[in-house]
């Protein structure tokens, strides 16, 4: 097999056009991971302020939240026999910040204990 002198320094050619896609498929999946970590942490921030609202004590709710995902904003909500705690934090900037901030929302729902349903 000849090798052509056209064909010289066509892998320099695809490369050069592949790298920066490649580049942005690996910013993608960076990204990608760092917003299902920030779920995570979110959803464990909401499951132990439900517990805690669950047994009529929402200031703890409130310090448990903040220990498990600092700067998060909580919201209160249920009725039925039940607690609904809302956890959101705008904190996961994709791409290292050339995309907008993404609002990361959990939320867990958590029956009322009988003794913190009467006052």
Request: proline share 5%; net charge positive; hydrophobic share 50%.
């Amino acid at each position: 097999m000849r090798s052509d002198r056209r064909d010289r320094g066509m892998v320099t050619a695809e490369l050069a056009v592949c790298l920066p896609v490649l580049v942005l498929v690996l910013g993608v999946a960076i990204s990608a991971v760092s917003v299902v970590a920030e779920r995570v942490r979110l959803q464990d921030a909401a499951r132990e302020a439900a517990r805690a609202a669950g047994r009529g004590d929402q200031v703890v709710a409130r310090r448990l939240a903040e220990e498990a995902a600092p700067g998060v904003r909580l919201t209160f909500s249920g009725g039925g026999g039940s607690t609904v705690v809302a956890v959101a934090r705008a904190r996961v900037r994709p791409l290292g910040g050339w995309l907008p901030a993404i609002t990361v929302t959990e939320q867990c729902v958590a029956a009322v204990e009988p003794k913190a349903a009467s006052p």
